[in-house]
């Protein structure tokens, strides 16, 4: 038997609220040594097997923790931890466009976890609203003792000692059931918190897909923009006349005799062909370039 198993064993147990709950009389333990579960005698409720993370013991009692609080912090402590490292991804994303290939492979690992933690959250809460629910039941029980006992002393049933014992150990018990419905309300409260938290980083995950995509598509995205302005001059009839316009000079022509092609050419240098051009030398150049 370990020194664990022998410093737990025979010591009372309560609830993190004080109520007492039975008394340790035995442990199971894994190949390892460690304890798993914890044997508590809860009287005429019998034998409670408790795993052992849900106890904390010290020098001459057992706490015993709920599970439903257990819970609720770890899903806290992850949820929370997960959405600081989206934040913090974002804003590196911001400062430098270089990881954007590698904060979306974080990124998707964290919408993961996540949706995961979604799934769990679900269950929490149902465990949340089931156990308000009992503590609820209590409270009606609890005040029904009262308005009783209160009943009794009226008609002489029961001394007023009596009376003031009743009170006293059933005001006990209201606030040990009041203190766990607020830290309930607490928890669930953060849980909401948390929950707006992430619609609030939906708009910034959206950003980072967007600017995620790979440069090639922003080229090109780009270049259509460029190409955008030229359509409405295409479409216009003014300048389309103007560019078109030789083209209707030379077809007509064509039909004729070749000679008033050349005899064009000459006649506006201003603007030459690209035969023109590669046959022309400097003064032709600095020529055209005076009758501009």
Same mark, same amino acid.
């Given at each position: 038997?370990? &020194?664990?198993?022998?410093? #737990? #064993? /025979? =010591?009372?147990?309560?609830?993190?609220?004080?109520?007492?709950?039975?008394? +340790?009389?035995?442990?199971?333990?894994? $190949?390892? /040594?460690?304890?798993?579960?914890? /044997?508590?005698?809860?009287?005429?409720?019998?034998?409670?097997? %408790?795993?052992?993370?849900?106890?904390? +013991?010290? &020098?001459?009692?057992? $706490?015993?923790?709920?599970?439903?609080?257990?819970?609720?912090?770890?899903?806290?402590?992850? =949820?929370?931890?997960?959405?600081?490292?989206?934040?913090?991804? $974002?804003?590196?994303?911001?400062? &430098?466009?270089?990881?954007?290939?590698?904060?979306?492979?974080?990124?998707?690992?964290? =919408?993961?976890?996540?949706?995961?933690? @979604?799934?769990?959250?679900?269950?929490?809460? *149902?465990?949340? @609203?089931?156990?308000?629910?009992?503590?609820?039941?209590?409270?009606?029980? +609890?005040?029904?003792?009262?308005?009783?006992?209160?009943?009794?002393?009226?008609?002489?049933?029961?001394? !007023?000692?009596?009376?003031?014992?009743?009170?006293?150990?059933?005001?006990?018990?209201? !606030?040990? #059931?009041?203190?766990?419905?607020?830290? $309930?309300?607490? +928890?669930?409260?953060?849980? @909401?918190?948390?929950?707006?938290?992430?619609?609030?980083?939906?708009?910034?995950?959206?950003?980072?897909?967007?600017?995620?995509?790979?440069?090639?598509? &922003?080229?090109?995205?780009?270049?259509?923009? *460029?190409?955008?302005? !030229?359509?409405?001059?295409? !479409?216009?009839?003014?300048?389309?006349?103007?560019?078109?316009?030789? %083209?209707?000079?030379?077809?007509?022509?064509?039909?004729?005799?070749?000679?008033?092609?050349?005899?064009?050419?000459?006649?506006?240098?201003?603007?030459?062909?690209?035969?023109?051009? =590669?046959?022309?030398?400097?003064?032709?150049?600095?020529?055209?370039?005076?009758?501009?």
């Amino acid at each position: 038997m370990s &020194n664990d198993e022998t410093e #737990i #064993i /025979g =010591k009372k147990v309560k609830d993190m609220y004080g109520t007492h709950i039975g008394k +340790v009389v035995g442990t199971i333990t894994d $190949i390892d /040594g460690s304890i798993q579960t914890v /044997g508590i005698d809860c009287g005429s409720e019998g034998l409670r097997q %408790i795993p052992f993370d849900q106890l904390v +013991v010290q &020098n001459d009692v057992v $706490i015993f923790i709920p599970k439903w609080r257990l819970d609720s912090q770890r899903l806290l402590r992850e =949820k929370g931890l997960t959405l600081r490292r989206l934040k913090a991804l $974002i804003d590196l994303v911001s400062e &430098n466009d270089d990881m954007k290939e590698s904060a979306e492979m974080l990124h998707e690992k964290y =919408k993961s976890k996540l949706l995961s933690l @979604d799934e769990t959250e679900k269950e929490i809460k *149902a465990l949340l @609203d089931s156990r308000t629910t009992e503590l609820d039941e209590q409270m009606k029980s +609890v005040k029904m003792l009262i308005f009783d006992a209160k009943i009794q002393y009226k008609s002489n049933e029961i001394s !007023e000692t009596m009376f003031e014992s009743v009170k006293t150990q059933t005001t006990d018990l209201v !606030e040990h #059931i009041t203190h766990e419905k607020a830290e $309930i309300s607490n +928890v669930q409260r953060r849980l @909401d918190d948390l929950s707006m938290d992430v619609q609030t980083t939906e708009a910034p995950r959206q950003q980072l897909q967007d600017e995620a995509v790979s440069y090639l598509g &922003n080229q090109d995205e780009s270049e259509i923009q *460029a190409k955008l302005p !030229e359509v409405p001059i295409q !479409e216009s009839s003014e300048p389309s006349q103007d560019p078109i316009a030789p %083209i209707p000079q030379t077809s007509e022509p064509a039909s004729q005799p070749v000679a008033p092609v050349p005899e064009t050419m000459p006649v506006n240098p201003s603007i030459p062909s690209e035969d023109s051009e =590669k046959k022309s030398n400097e003064s032709d150049w600095l020529s055209r370039m005076e009758a501009q």
